[in-house]
């Protein structure tokens, strides 16, 4: 069982920045992709960002060239850097992590998800 423990969330103003972290209990070299979702009010979850074990990542259109995911497996931590933020970009950010398998399902972990609110 990973669990998984989101920070860095708050108030920030329209065009600022902010960085979220996701600390995993274990090591996250052996987890096949993280990613960051998000969950505004009255929408449903969505991807915003991902980055599998080996490095790549894919991002959702609407966060392209303002967001960045990166992983660091020493500290078993995921970020996702956060620029030019705009109103539609508040919601709760959730951390997941998923460990993929050939032979059962896959085991998907969630973390309990961050607050950003972005001020116009």
């Known amino acids: 069982q990973v669990q998984l423990l989101e920070s860095g969330g708050g108030l920030v103003q329209a065009g600022g920045s902010r960085s979220l972290s996701c600390a995993a209990s274990e090591s996250i070299s052996s987890i096949d992709i993280m990613g960051w979702y998000r969950q505004a009010p009255g929408k449903q979850r969505e991807m915003v960002a991902v980055?599998?074990?080996?490095?790549?990542?894919n991002y959702a259109d609407s966060v392209k060239g303002r967001f960045t995911i990166s992983r660091d497996n020493a500290k078993n931590t995921v970020y996702l850097q956060m620029n030019s933020l705009e109103a539609e970009d508040t919601a709760v950010y959730y951390c997941?992590?998923?460990?993929?398998?050939?032979?059962?399902?896959?085991?998907?972990?969630w973390g309990q998800g961050t607050q950003v609110f972005v001020s116009s």
């Open positions: 980055i599998t074990r080996g490095g790549m990542t």
């Open positions: 997941k992590a998923v460990r993929v398998s050939t032979v059962t399902a896959n085991k998907v972990y």
